[in-house]
Structures are given as structure tokens and as C-alpha cells.
């Protein structure tokens, strides 16, 4: 008997849904390859559900997806609403409700051409980041006093757990111990500064001595951000707190070509979790079938890997690492001259060219 995955797919706003669809097509693609069976239940929440029916993401939708082995997601937000609805509405309320407390960002460099450093080579950039995915500036901790006037307060608390700081930084230990490379964690934080990142700093510490196996390493972000663009080699897992790990993981993306390609997984080990690209709904591309479906497709692929699927996965990066390091794609940019379903098409070309599983 073949085994049986339940995948929520929110397309979402944008470009989502063009990007979706070549995503979907290779998940099917290698499921028919390797055996197993992807089953796919989509849901309309975005901006366009939302100004027909003023829903956002309603809970008995909420509590169907919730009950999926993964939820694949294109890209929410819209330029004709408010700023931050629909993001927190459907984005951030996955990660809180759902407690995806790692959000894993892989940076890796598949052909050397994509990266716009000089000198680069895919085997100097090959790290990942834990980005913390719960706290910090995102909990929503924020008021407004006196708004609108010369006299406006806005505040917006920062917090850190120590159960959430702990989680984050043991999954980051963890895995530092499962990738080939370094054996080497790197804490990111600004704990000269911001003194209650003092918390990250004991955790790691503490956390640290159980992992002697794993060498520790300390940047504050501002270095951090000097020394991935000077020497990117130098990271291999890298844990930060999350408003560090949005702007860090940014920047990452760049050194691995772009946003073309970048992917991120919100996880709670064990249970549900959601892949999406990192890029954004991008309104002015939508609907020109422009988008490179790559990012999505590497979402399509960290998923794989959670849902226990790693020689699908594994097949999927290897197709996309050949596409790339062919230069038949002189850009992954919308400018790339490729049609996103176009896109699609080499992918699907390359995973057939990739061995067949056995
Ligand atoms: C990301 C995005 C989100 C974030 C936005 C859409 C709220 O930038 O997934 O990195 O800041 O986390
Ligand atoms: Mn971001």
C-alpha cells in the first residue's frame, strides 16, 4: 500500500497561484516517481476571498487545515487592504496557532553564475538558518497612546521565552549535528545592545555544553550581516531570534540567486507544518505568468523532507541543481525570458533526467 499524504494548498494572492501550479506539478510528478500518493485540498484564502466575502481565514477552515500532514502556501498580501491584515490574519496565525516554532531557511548556492558576489563558489555558500518563529517584536504586543497626534506613543514589546528561546536553539543543535559539514552552530543576536537577548546567550551557553560535539560560534546581526556578504563560508547552521532571522535570511537569499529559488518551512517537529516560498505576492507580476516557480518548488521539496519523503526530495533538488548549473536559465528573476509554466517544464524535463529511482 502506498502511502497517503494530506497537503492543505493555500495559493494565496498574487503570484501564489502561478507559482503554485508548477509546484503542485512536480509534487505530483515525483509522488508518481516514488511512490505515493499526494492528496491536495485547496483553499481560496487571499485577498480576493476576502473582498467577495470579507472572510479571512474562518475557523472551521482553520481547524480542516490543521488536520493535514503539511500546508503548501504561495503568497499572501494585497496592496488594495490595510498593511499586515491578511499577513497576520493567515500567515502569522499558522505560525502561532499551529506553534511552528522554527521557521528553517536553507542557503545554498547551486551554480556559481547565480550569485552576485565575485569569486563565489557553490561550495562556499551552504548553510542553514533557524529562525525563531513564535516571539520576539511578532507577538503582537503593541498599543498606540494618544495616536493620530503630536504627541503619538507607539510601542511594540519585543519578548523572548525561555521555552521558546530553548526549542529554537536545541532544534538548531540538532540539526547543526545531523548536516555533513561544519559541526558548527553560529547564535545570532544583539545581546550588546538589547540586553534581554542576554536570555539567548545563557540558552545557548547551557544549551551548548549537551552538544561538545558542536562547535559555537557568536555574531552580533550587524557583523553577521558584513561577514555572510565577505565570507559566507564561514556559516553552516546559524539560530536567531525572528525579526533578526526575517532581515538575515533576506539577505541570505541573495548569495543562493534571489528570490527566484529561496524556500522556507514553518515547523513543529511532529506535526503540521507549512512551506512556502520566501518571495511575496509580487502584484505587479501577477497574472503575466512571469514568476519563477523555483522557490516553491524548493517549498514542495523541504516539505517533502518533513513529510519522511527524502528520496523525493532529494530527486527534486538534484533536478533543480542540474537545471541551474545548465545556465539555460540565464536569470531567475522575472526577466529570465522563461514563462513561469515554462519553468515548470525544465523542472519536470530535469527530474526525469535525474536517475530514475529504483
Ligand atoms: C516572511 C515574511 C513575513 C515575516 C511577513 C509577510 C509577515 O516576510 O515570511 O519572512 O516577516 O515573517
Ligand atoms: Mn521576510
Known sequence: ?????????????????????EGVRVLERVASLHGFQARLT????????????????????????????????????????????????????????????VNLRPVRLYAEHLCPLKDTRPADVDFIVVRENTEDAYAGMRGFFKKGTPDEVATQEIIFTRKGV???????????????????LTLIDKANAVRAMDLWTRTFAEVGAEYPDIAREHNYIDAACMYVVRDPGQYDTVVTSNMFGDIFTDLAAMIQG???????????????????????????????????????????????????????????????????????????????GFSTSQIGDLVLEAIDQVRAPA
Open 258 to 336: 534571489g528570490l527566484g529559488i529561496a524556500a522556507s518551512g514553518n515547523i513543529h517537529p511532529g506535526q503540521v507544518s507549512l512551506f512556502e516560498p520566501i518571495h511575496g505576492s509580487a502584484p505587479r507580476h501577477a497574472g503575466r505568468g512571469v514568476a519563477n516557480p523555483i522557490a516553491t518548488i524548493m517549498a514542495v521539496n523541504m516539505m517533502l523532507d518533513d513529510l519522511g519523503e527524502s528520496a523525493a526530495a532529494t530527486h527534486i533538488e538534484d533536478a533543480v541543481a542540474g537545471l541551474l548549473r545548465s545556465k539555460k536559465l540565464p536569470s531567475l528573476g522575472t526577466d529570465s
Open 166 to 184: 530553548e526549542r529554537a536553539i536545541r532544534y538548531a543543535f540538532d540539526l547543526a549535528r545531523k548536516r555533513a559539514r561544519g559541526r558548527k
Open 42 to 101: 485547496r483553499y481560496p484564502f487571499g485577498a480576493e476571498h476576502y473582498l467577495k466575502t470579507g472572510e479571512i481565514f474562518p475557523e472551521s477552515a482553520f481547524s480542516e487545515v490543521r488536520q493535514h500532514h503539511a500546508i503548501l502556501l504561495g503568497a499572501i498580501g494585497d496592496p488594495r487592504l490595510e498593511v499586515g491584515l491578511l499577513e497576520f490574519g493567515i500567515i502569522a496565525k499558522m505560525r502561532f496557532e499551529l506553534d511552528l516554532y
Open 1 to 21: 500500500m502506498s502511502k497517503t499524504h494530506h497537503v492543505a494548498v493555500i495559493p494565496g494572492d498574487g503570484i501564489g497561484p502561478e507559482v503554485v501550479r
